[in-house]
C-alpha cells in the first residue's frame, strides 16, 4: 500500500516563528500535496509539486512556501506563523495529475500560540 | 461560492439504515468525482470514484453520478456504528490545472 509520512505529527508554534512541516513518501510518485483542513471543514490546496525543485501555488498560498528537494520529500514552510494557520495539514502523493488517486499521510496538527 | 456543495452538513441514521449524502459541482469544468471517508482524527481515505455517468456499487456503497446535473451521490445500505465519519465530496476539474476540489463534508453518525 502507498506510503506517505509526515512530521512531526503535531507542533506547538508561537506567533511570528518560523515553522517546518515535512513529508516523504514512499509510492514513487511524481506529485505531491500539501493541504490545510480547518476543524470539521473539506481540504483545502496550499501548494503541490510534480517534479523535484520545482512547486506550484495551490489555493491558499500566502503565508507558505513549500519546498520539493527529491522526489520523495516535500515541506511546507510557514516563516511568520500567524493565529489563522493553526489547523491539521495533510501531505498527499499521486502517480499523476488528473483522474488519480490520492494517499493521505497521517497528517500534522499545528497550533499557534 | 464553493465550487463542490455538500448535503446535508451532518446526517444520523440507525445502525441498519440507509444513508444518502449529496455533492453538486457549480463548475461545469468538472469531469471526475470522488468520496473520501474520514474518521475521526484520521486522515482521508479514498473509498469510490466515479468518472461516467450511472450508478457504481462496492459492498454496500453506491455511487451515482450525473454529469449533465453534475450531481453525485453516496448511499451506504446496512450501515453500521464503523461508518460513522466525514465523508468528503471531491472534484477535478479538468481545464487549468487539474486540482482536486474538495466540498466541506457530511458528518456522518450511525447509532447504535
Keep these: 500500500e502507498a506510503a506517505v509520512t509526515q512530521s512531526p505529527r503535531s507542533k506547538v508554534a508561537v506567533t511570528g516563528g518560523k515553522v517546518t512541516l515535512s513529508c516523504h513518501q514512499t509510492n514513487n510518485h511524481d506529485y505531491m500535496y500539501w493541504y490545510r483542513q480547518d476543524t470539521g471543514h473539506g481540504l483545502r490546496l496550499i501548494h503541490y509539486s510534480y517534479v523535484a525543485d520545482s512547486t506550484e501555488k495551490g489555493d491558499i498560498p500566502d503565508g507558505y512556501k513549500a519546498s520539493r528537494p527529491s522526489q520523495e520529500n516535500f515541506s511546507l514552510i510557514l516563516e511568520l506563523a500567524s493565529l489563522s494557520q493553526t489547523a491539521v495539514y495533510f501531505c498527499a502523493s499521486s502517480e499523476n495529475r488528473g483522474p488519480y488517486e490520492q494517499y493521505f499521510g497521517p497528517g500534522t496538527r499545528l497550533t499557534v500560540l | ?112
Design chain 2, 1 to 112: 461560492q464553493q465550487k463542490v456543495q455538500q448535503s446535508p452538513e451532518s446526517l444520523i441514521v440507525p445502525e441498519g439504515g440507509m444513508a444518502s449524502l449529496n455533492c453538486t459541482s457549480s463548475d461545469r469544468n468538472v469531469d471526475y468525482f470522488w468520496w473520501y471517508r474520514q474518521h475521526s482524527g484520521k486522515s482521508p481515505k479514498m473509498l469510490m470514484s466515479i468518472f461516467s455517468n450511472g450508478e457504481k456499487e462496492e459492498g454496500r456503497f453506491t455511487v451515482h453520478l450525473n454529469k449533465a446535473s453534475l450531481h453525485t451521490s453516496l448511499h451506504i445500505r446496512d450501515s453500521q456504528p464503523s461508518d460513522s465519519a466525514l465523508y468528503l465530496c471531491a472534484a477535478i476539474l479538468s481545464s487549468g490545472s487539474w486540482q482536486l476540489i474538495f466540498g466541506s463534508g457530511t458528518q456522518l453518525t450511525v447509532m447504535p
